[in-house]
């Protein structure tokens, strides 16, 4: 699950994979492919990223803790959500170390839901064997079992209630539950974007929800935020969904409607292109997402000029919907270069 999200964070959902080897566009050979970086560029997690890969928790906790002291739940979630990658013992065992700590507590959690979706995979359902749903089960169990600790520990966290709305898609709780978890971590950080991001997946079409439930909820989200902010990532993040779910030839047809045109046209007018734009945890997702989104509408001096702001920053996803993620970004970002 790691670094989408957006705010992915968002994007964690059923048949990534599956989607991915569909090749929903055609890239021509030529451009390189661009390495996700999983820093970023950003230094501080780049740090944070050494730090866990060292088992440095002294280290990491020096970067995560004035996050949580200044109230930058933002960062912090993003921060916790882009090292759920790294591997071995360290991240998983840090309870066991530092039981009353809520960092520690929400980082452990953290990297429980991302194992647990090592174990499912991105397969649809249908190709889940049931020991792949028991390990998926146990693994976001005891991810729950250290996010609560943590809002025990530290009541006005946003970030482990991101992390449950997550877990509950995942345990099918159900949206009513998800839903409860998303307004407690909105109550702490109203324009929490990935808190945002996490509760948009679980209305989506393939969690049971419905692209008009998706789409009314990223409307309302960016209609309540500040200028400038990143929730308008929601609504291209929306849009590449619903483009997702649609059989090829449908999905183009629909992606350059100009009433679809038009919302993302506004959109990124009051987030990413607006003057006021600078989210503290990334620009990175909301970039890369609306890229995508005009590069697929055939905008591309709107695409061109975001793929100037992300440089070489791709994120996986949305870019991995259409293939080989550094492979798509590298030709669309040619593409929109030779047709200004």
């Not at 250290?146 to 995942?170: M, V």
């Amino acid at each position: 699950m790691s670094n989408l999200s957006l705010l992915a964070p968002v994007a964690i959902g059923v048949g990534v994979a599956a989607f991915a080897n569909r090749n929903r566009t055609r890239t021509a050979a030529g451009p390189r492919s661009v390495r996700i970086d999983p820093s970023y560029g950003d230094p501080e997690l780049a740090a944070l990223r050494k730090a866990a890969a060292g088992w440095d928790w002294a280290a990491a906790e020096a970067i995560l803790r004035p996050c949580r002291e200044r109230g930058d739940h933002a960062r912090l979630t993003w921060l916790v959500n882009s090292i759920d990658d790294i591997g071995g013992e360290f991240l998983l065992t840090l309870p066991e170390q530092h039981p009353d700590n809520p960092l520690a507590l929400t980082v452990a959690g953290a990297r429980h839901v991302a194992w647990a979706w090592e174990a499912r995979t991105g397969a649809r359902a249908s190709q889940v064997s049931q020991e792949m749903f028991r390990v998926f089960h146990d693994r976001l169990r005891t991810a729950e079992t250290h996010l609560y600790a943590a809002i025990e520990a530290d009541p006005e966290s946003a970030t482990p209630w991101c992390f449950l709305t997550t877990t509950s898609r995942g345990l099918q709780h159900g949206h009513e539950v998800t839903r409860r978890r998303f307004d407690a971590g909105v109550r702490r950080a109203p324009h929490h974007v990935a808190l945002h991001a996490s509760l948009l997946q679980q209305i989506c079409l393939k969690w049971s929800g419905s692209h008009e439930q998706m789409h009314d909820f990223a409307r309302q989200s960016l209609a309540q935020a500040p200028p400038g902010s990143a929730m308008g990532m929601l609504t291209a993040t929306a849009h590449l969904e619903h483009w997702l779910d649609l059989p090829k030839g449908e999905d183009a047809a629909y992606i350059r409607r100009a009433d679809v045109r038009a919302e993302l046209t506004a959109a990124a007018a009051a987030s990413v292109l607006h003057p006021a734009f600078a989210p503290s945890e990334s620009p990175c997702a909301a970039l890369n997402s609306f890229a995508m989104a005009f590069w697929l509408t055939g905008d591309r001096a709107t695409a061109g000029e975001l793929f100037r702001r992300i440089g070489d920053r791709p994120t996986s996803l949305p870019w991995g919907y259409a293939g080989n993620s550094g492979q798509v970004f590298a030709a669309a970002r040619q593409e929109c270069k030779k047709r200004k």
